[in-house]
């Protein structure tokens, strides 16, 4: 029989639960009655699922300690037990709502317990793989995200990096796009030579042609020696091109005869040179529209849009917005003292609602903030600059009106049962934890 591993997190005095029950059923349990222990546990053993028995008076202790605790024991679903009196503790429920799967009361229902704790082994055991697949494409991509949106460009970067030819990346500022061109070359032939990126709107005009192709000694006033161009020190890998909307018209030429060619020359130099270097390109602007108002070449367009990928907005990945403001709090929390642990019910809120018209770069910018303003121990809406109500401008999205559905329609339920959770539950059609939840996050309480 396959074996699933259990941590029993059982403080001391506690209610007794059967082992044999647990075996039999296949579960190797292993109790822990600190916290400290279940660490150590940890340590030693993954853990998909958790049980945390909460006894009367053993609460309180959990409860300053837990924080400290479950978020870092990785991938574990845990399921509480406790008495049917302790869920008339705003703590306790708080507890549940914010670090468990499930709970069942007292006395323990052992074959429903069970089924309890086999879908949460299930759903522990996808959430790793995807974490783990996610990882994977992060380590070698450093790209965060598991919304439709980013899936539909991991696998068009697979394609793309298997073809050696110019590659045009399109997307707003802040969207990850040099991300993008360094994910393509790892993931291509040219891996193991050079990635050189440049960024043709920050290089002033007069420079930028001696920048990209080099210059000899003498060339112009200070030219003092024998300068490399980025495309030439790019040799055997990957040149990236960013924001090429921006490239001069009268240098347009000179790319375009090095992609048509694979020549260049110096600036000052007579000398034809043969490089090999993919080109990989990206805007923000809309080059066609660039093309018919005679700003960007049209052969030079057509040349660089061999194969193109879009970089989708933050405002279309709306389920990765809380995968990467943990990543990014994780990351950069790591580089600081900062005793903070996470963000506030309220703050993940707000991250959902705001427009992001600086994207990830925005976002980025706003959890590093964060990070050194906050003064508790969750990051809130004033830490990361989102107190301002939306205004009422801005149309309502999809998402915000479900919400608000969603939220009147517990709040006309918990009046008509008079509060008692389990009819409202059973009214709205949803189990007693995912009320818990919905109402935890819509701050509403009986």
């Known amino acids: ?50 049980l945390m028995n909460l006894t009367p008076g053993a609460e309180k202790d959990l409860e300053q300690s837990i924080d400290k605790f479950i978020p870092p024991s990785g991938h574990t679903e845990w399921v509480a037990l406790l ?24 006395p323990v229902d052992y074959p429903r317990l069970l089924t309890t704790m086999g879908h949460a082994y299930g759903m522990a055991s996808m959430a ?5 697949q996610n990882a994977q494409w992060l380590e070698t991509n450093q790209m965060v995200g598991v919304s439709p949106a980013m899936q539909r460009v991991y696998r068009s970067i697979r394609k793309i990096a298997n073809v050696d030819m110019p590659v045009l990346i399109n997307g707003k500022s802040g969207t990850g796009k040099e991300l993008a061109a360094l ?12 990635f050189v990126a440049v960024n043709c709107g920050a290089l002033p005009s007069e420079l930028i042609q001696s920048e990209l192709f080099g210059h000899e000694k003498g060339a112009f006033t200070n030219a003092i020696k024998q300068k490399l161009g980025q495309i030439e020190l790019a040799a055997g890998g990957t040149i990236f091109l960013d924001e090429i909307g921006d490239l001069p018209f009268n240098l347009q030429v000179n790319l375009l005869r ?54 989708p907005s933050l405002a279309e990945r709306e389920n990765d917005i809380e995968v990467l403001a943990k990543y990014f709090f994780d990351k950069f929390s790591d580089q600081t003292t900062t005793r ?100 935890e996050k819509y701050s509403i309480s009986t």
């Open 128 to 132: 790793y793989q995807q974490t783990s």
């Open 340 to 439: 903070i642990k996470g963000f506030s019910q309220e703050a993940l809120r707000r991250l959902h609602h705001h427009a992001w018209p600086g994207n990830v770069r925005e976002l980025i910018n706003r959890i590093r903030r964060a990070i050194v303003m906050s003064e508790g121990r969750l990051i809130t809406p004033v830490d990361l600059g989102l107190e301002r109500r939306l205004s009422s401008r801005r149309v309502i999205t999809l998402a915000e009106a479900r919400a608000h559905a969603e939220k009147e329609a517990i709040l006309r339920s918990l009046r008509q049962a008079k509060g008692n959770v389990s009819q409202t539950a059973t009214q709205l059609g949803v189990s007693r934890p995912t009320l818990y939840r919905l109402m």
């Open 1 to 50: 029989m396959y074996v699933r591993k259990l941590l029993y997190l059982q403080p001391e005095n506690s209610p007794q639960v059967y082992q044999d029950a647990f075996e039999t059923a296949g579960w190797e349990i292993h109790i822990a009655t600190e916290i400290s222990h279940a660490q150590q546990l940890c340590e030693e053993h993954k853990f998909r699922v958790g």
């Open 183 to 194: 994910a393509i070359h790892e993931r291509s032939m040219r891996a193991n030579g050079p």
């Open 258 to 311: 090095f992609l048509q060619e694979g020549t260049f020359k110096r600036v000052g130099g007579t000398q034809e040179l043969t490089i090999d270097a993919r080109v990989i390109t990206a805007t923000h602007v809309d080059l066609e529209k660039a093309v018919s108002e005679g700003r960007f070449r049209e052969d030079l367009y057509y040349r660089l849009n061999v194969l193109h990928l879009r970089m």
């Open 83 to 106: 008495s049917a009196e302790q869920m008339r503790d705003e703590a306790i429920r708080h507890l549940i709502t914010s670090y468990c799967y499930d709970y069942h009361t007292l």
